[in-house]
Each structure stands twice: as structure tokens, then as C-alpha cells.
């Protein structure tokens, strides 16, 4: 059992910046970011796997940087730029398993409780 804890999210005005860190308990092959924006469903958005693979989606590629910090066992989302439609709950999760889908939600069975990110215009 995993158990995440992100914090880092609040309110700025576009074009701003936030940084969410997300804390893990133990160890997990995967570990990704999530947002889900109200009456939208949850989309991955970046994630990061111990076999070296980084991928973003294409909505914040250029603006937000995922990092791992191994020892601390700490995830990181830079989010720079900020758009209103960033606006959302952001979730951390984490998976005990290979998958080769990592923005998929399936693909993890850890979920922290989010922290929300609000972006004013």
C-alpha cells in the first residue's frame, strides 16, 4: 500500500506559476499527475516511470516539468505559464506495476486526495 500526499496547489493569475509535490510512502514503478476539472473527466497530464520514460500531454507540454525526487520519494509538478483552463483538482498517483500507457488512469492503483489549482484570468 502507497499512500500520496500533494500539496503545492492554491490560486494565481494567468500567467503565473505553482509547483505541487506529491509525498509517497513507498515505493512505485510509476508515478504521475492528474487533473480533472469540474464536469470534465480526470486526464493524465504528465508522468514519470523508473525505466526512464517522461511524457506529458499535449494541453502543458513546454509549460510544466514533472520530477522525481528519488530519496526524498517525492513527485514534482512545475506548472509555469498558467492558463484558466488549467483550473482543476490535481491528483498524484502511483503504480505498483509496468504499464505502457502512463497519462491513463487505469494504469495506477494509488491516488492521493488532490489539491486544487485555480487559474483566474
Known amino acids: 500500500q502507497v499512500q500520496l500526499v500533494e500539496s503545492g496547489g492554491g490560486s494565481v493569475q494567468a500567467g503565473g506559476s505553482l509547483r505541487l509535490s506529491c509525498v509517497a510512502s513507498?515505493?512505485?514503478?510509476?508515478m504521475g499527475w492528474f487533473r480533472q476539472a469540474p464536469g470534465k473527466t480526470r486526464e493524465g497530464i504528465a508522468a514519470v516511470s523508473n525505466d526512464g520514460r517522461i511524457t506529458y500531454a499535449d494541453s502543458v507540454k513546454g509549460r510544466f516539468a514533472i520530477s522525481k525526487d528519488t530519496a526524498e520519494n517525492t513527485l514534482y509538478l512545475q506548472m509555469n505559464s498558467l492558463k484558466p483552463e488549467d483550473t482543476g483538482m490535481y491528483y498524484c498517483?502511483?503504480?505498483?506495476?509496468?504499464?505502457?500507457?502512463?497519462?491513463?488512469?487505469?494504469?495506477?492503483?494509488?491516488w492521493g486526495q488532490g489539491t486544487q489549482v485555480t487559474v483566474s484570468s
Open positions: 513507498g515505493d512505485a514503478y510509476s
Open positions: 498517483a502511483a503504480a505498483s506495476y509496468w504499464s505502457n500507457l502512463l497519462l491513463w488512469f487505469g494504469s495506477y492503483n494509488y
